[in-house]
């Protein structure tokens, strides 16, 4: 089956040949071809080109004039978002926390409280798996509506080992079931339950010699995942979890260095973490520690928004050469939005990326993070053919430019339109 769309305005990131992430100035760069055609495959991505050439590049690949042909009028293509960060099954909102920082309560006085990741925690041990599922699958479709083409999810609203073996398992089958590609992370080191307050090493144990051995033998995780972080987990923590981690071929992920400088990003480059996420907190250190390394620097900005935290210097990791992803974050207490193009406006409006530093970081280096540059991230022959369509726009730029506005008009998944 043969799709093709025409009179593209801008086709964003196409290449002939992909590399596996954009480091530094290369997300500047990002490429850009006007007037243009995209031709998709059997779900793959074919070949792509200037519409000067399309009648002659059409009758090699079309002979028969059997392929389903899309006019965009104009409109802007590019490959579907890679969100390598979120946490999408949870099973309720956590509006009255918003109201209580409203009200002047910080993050942690409301953690502090028995709220935040402990109150999704309590509210977890009592859901059904099947709740869990159609509410996750329910908000995954609003983010496939809004371009987004794959997407990590972590567990870590268990915190005993039924409650994440249960979450881990909606994980499981959302992956099973979905249209995209799914990524599952083990976070049972998102914060340590009430019970084991004054016990820390116990809860330490039962994450190394229960919980992992299980997950492992269900292969029920691709990543592990720890909350090093001020009032979380300590680097020496984090590093015993890791080493347990990959003692059974699980890779790391952090949460790092959002709420202090809390070394997580040393400890998630010593373990050859896939990405570290958040870093509001990054200096010098942590930069040059982050360019002699193949982890990901990935940055939440719609988190930092939500709970008024400063954002994190991408600009200066940008100009030190480093890559750098956008993920939302997407959760019930920090960030309840799985909006990705408003990630870009905060990331442009905030933190002095361009438009195209921007794109380039939700997309090749989102799937970099995920460990799908292979086959996501960019419109590349031999891709999977997953992009969106937006509405007609004078350049790249407006995308984040028109926060307020719904421009993504059409997302296509491995040649198909998706419909909720």
Same mark, same amino acid.
């Given at each position: 089956?043969?799709?093709?769309?025409?009179?593209?305005?801008?086709?964003?990131?196409?290449?002939?040949?992909?590399?596996?992430?954009?480091?530094?100035?290369?997300?500047?760069?990002?490429?850009?071809?006007?007037?243009?055609?995209?031709?998709?495959?059997?779900?793959?991505?074919?070949?792509?080109?200037?519409?000067?050439?399309?009648?002659?590049?059409?009758?090699?690949?079309?002979?028969?004039?059997?392929?389903?042909?899309?006019?965009?009028?104009?409109?802007?293509?590019?490959?579907?978002?890679?969100?390598?960060?979120?946490?999408?099954?949870?099973?309720?909102?956590?509006?009255?926390?918003?109201?209580?920082?409203?009200?002047?309560?910080?993050?942690?006085?409301?953690?502090?409280?028995?709220?935040?990741?402990?109150?999704?925690?309590?509210?977890?041990?009592?859901?059904?798996?099947?709740?869990?599922?159609?509410?996750?699958?329910?908000?995954?479709?609003?983010?496939?509506?809004?371009?987004?083409?794959?997407?990590?999810?972590?567990?870590?609203?268990?915190?005993?080992?039924?409650?994440?073996?249960?979450?881990?398992?909606?994980?499981?089958?959302?992956?099973?079931? #979905?249209?995209?590609? =799914?990524? %599952?992370?083990?976070?049972? @080191?998102? &914060?340590?339950?009430?019970?084991?307050?004054?016990?820390? +090493?116990?809860?330490?144990?039962?994450?190394?010699?229960?919980?992992?051995?299980?997950?492992?033998?269900?292969?029920?995780?691709?990543?592990?995942?720890?909350?090093?972080?001020?009032?979380?987990?300590?680097?020496?923590?984090?590093?015993?979890?890791?080493?347990?981690?990959?003692?059974?071929?699980?890779?790391?992920?952090?949460?790092?260095?959002?709420?202090?400088?809390?070394?997580?990003?040393?400890?998630?480059?010593?373990?050859?973490?896939?990405?570290?996420?958040?870093?509001?907190?990054?200096?010098?250190?942590?930069?040059?520690?982050?360019?002699?390394?193949?982890?990901?620097?990935?940055?939440?900005?719609?988190?930092?928004?939500?709970?008024?935290?400063?954002?994190?210097? #991408?600009?200066?990791? =940008?100009? %030190?050469?480093?890559?750098? @992803?956008? &993920?939302?974050?997407?959760?019930?207490?920090?960030?309840? +939005?799985?909006?990705?193009?408003?990630?870009?406006?905060?990331?442009?409006?905030?933190?002095?990326?361009?438009?195209?530093?921007?794109?380039?970081?939700?997309?090749?280096?989102?799937?970099?993070?995920?460990?799908?540059?292979?086959?996501?991230?960019?419109?590349?022959?031999?891709?999977?053919?997953?992009?969106?369509?937006?509405?007609?726009?004078?350049?790249?730029?407006?995308?984040?430019?028109?926060?307020?506005?719904?421009?993504?008009?059409?997302?296509?998944?491995?040649?198909?339109?998706?419909?909720?």
């Amino acid at each position: 089956m043969k799709l093709i769309v025409k009179n593209i305005g801008y086709l964003l990131n196409g290449l002939e040949s992909s590399p596996k992430k954009f480091n530094g100035k290369e997300m500047g760069s990002l490429p850009v071809l006007q007037n243009a055609w995209l031709c998709a495959e059997n779900g793959r991505f074919h070949s792509f080109g200037s519409m000067k050439e399309f009648e002659q590049k059409c009758a090699l690949f079309d002979p028969s004039g059997s392929a389903s042909i899309v006019d965009a009028q104009g409109a802007m293509v590019g490959p579907t978002w890679c969100d390598s960060h979120t946490h999408i099954v949870y099973a309720a909102p956590r509006e009255r926390e918003f109201v209580d920082r409203i009200h002047g309560l910080s993050y942690e006085e409301i953690a502090k409280r028995g709220g935040g990741i402990l109150n999704s925690a309590a509210k977890m041990a009592n859901s059904s798996e099947e709740d869990l599922y159609n509410d996750a699958m329910n908000r995954l479709g609003e983010m496939i509506c809004m371009g987004t083409g794959a997407v990590e999810i972590k567990s870590g609203y268990g915190l005993s080992l039924d409650s994440e073996i249960k979450m881990l398992r909606v994980i499981r089958r959302i992956k099973e079931n #979905a249209i995209i590609p =799914i990524k %599952s992370t083990f976070l049972g @080191a998102h &914060a340590v339950p009430s019970i084991f307050k004054q016990n820390r +090493s116990e809860y330490i144990r039962l994450i190394v010699d229960v919980m992992l051995p299980r997950i492992a033998d269900e292969g029920l995780a691709d990543y592990c995942d720890v909350f090093c972080d001020r009032g979380f987990f300590t680097v020496d923590e984090t590093d015993s979890i890791l080493a347990a981690g990959w003692k059974y071929g699980i890779r790391p992920k952090i949460h790092a260095n959002e709420l202090d400088n809390s070394g997580g990003i040393q400890v998630g480059v010593k373990h050859n973490a896939l990405s570290v996420d958040h870093l509001e907190f990054t200096g010098d250190d942590e930069i040059n520690c982050l360019l002699n390394s193949e982890t990901m620097p990935t940055i939440l900005p719609s988190t930092a928004f939500f709970l008024k935290l400063h954002y994190a210097p #991408a600009r200066k990791m =940008i100009d %030190s050469g480093l890559p750098v @992803a956008l &993920a939302t974050d997407f959760n019930p207490g920090s960030s309840p +939005s799985g909006n990705m193009p408003f990630v870009l406006s905060l990331a442009c409006i905030y933190m002095g990326m361009t438009p195209e530093e921007s794109i380039a970081a939700a997309t090749l280096n989102g799937a970099y993070a995920m460990d799908l540059s292979d086959k996501l991230g960019s419109i590349t022959p031999g891709k999977d053919a997953s992009f969106f369509i937006t509405e007609k726009l004078t350049s790249p730029a407006f995308l984040p430019y028109s926060f307020g506005s719904r421009l993504i008009k059409q997302t296509y998944i491995q040649g198909k339109p998706f419909q909720i």
